[in-house]
């Protein structure tokens, strides 16, 4: 079965704090992993993707994988006002033909002034 | 820079009328799909197509058929739209088959079935 669970917040932090978001998944074939963040009436933009265990950074934002544990996480450090937004964890399937991404429900982050 | 494009922002139809929504990708990409967003639900695969003519079923094709007569284009219908389609649909294209691909997604397109 195909799952992909986020909680879905919202969460809220002070401006300059660190925001952790965590996502679980099911399927222990999943080989790629992505965090899209969603402004309210916009569409999905992809801003992470990590595809080995570890830790992948890219400026204020740190991507942690953990296969074994079936979990996978995003950082952001130094918040900000404009980081508020939903964000959606997104893991690879394959089925016919392609991989597919399987999407949780999406985390809402409010970063509080 | 990728871009997705979608025929309409917002659209308002009446039950049973049939609907199309359009999709176009210009960065030569061989998959395209359709979602649904639905509070609560997040996003469901409708349809996907991974060539010109193929299309597969994802999670929720019921009551929706797309077509994809060319490679750019990818097109989602309501044969008889019903007031349970009302969403949020969001089109996505992706360059190849392979699983680190990312998924870059049009605007959107918010319809009510009134």
Redesign the interface.
């Known amino acids: 079965q195909k799952e992909v669970e986020q909680n879905?917040g919202p969460l809220s932090v002070p401006e300059g704090a660190i925001a952790s978001l965590n996502c679980t998944y099911s399927d222990r074939g999943s080989?790629?992993f992505?965090w899209y963040r969603q402004y309210s009436g916009?569409?999905?933009?992809?801003i992470m993707?990590i595809?080995s265990n570890g830790d992948k950074e890219d400026g204020r934002f740190t991507a942690q994988l953990n296969k074994a544990s079936q979990y996978v996480s995003l950082l952001i450090r130094d918040s900000q006002p404009s980081d508020s937004a939903t964000y959606?964890c997104?893991v690879?399937i394959?089925?016919?033909?392609?991989?597919?991404?399987?999407?949780?429900?999406?985390t809402r982050l409010t970063v509080i002034p | 820079d990728v871009k997705v494009t979608q025929s309409s922002r917002y659209l308002v139809k009446r039950t049973g009328e049939k609907v199309f929504l359009e999709c176009v990708q210009d960065m030569d990409h061989e998959n395209m799909f359709w979602y649904r967003q639905d509070p609560g639900l997040g996003l469901r695969l409708i349809y996907f197509s991974y060539d010109v003519k193929m299309k597969e079923k994802g999670d929720i094709p019921e009551g929706y058929s797309v077509s994809r007569e060319k490679k750019e284009r990818f097109s989602l219908i309501l044969e008889s739209a019903s007031t349970n389609q009302t969403s949020m649909y969001l089109c996505a294209s992706s360059s190849t088959r392979l699983s680190t691909d990312t998924q870059y997604f049009g605007p959107g397109t918010r319809l009510t079935v009134l």
């Not at chain 1, 394959?94 to 991404?101: D, P, V, W, Y």
């Open positions: 879905s080989q790629s992505f916009k569409s999905p933009e992809l993707s595809y959606l997104a690879n394959h089925q016919t033909g392609a991989n597919n991404l399987f999407f949780g429900t999406g």
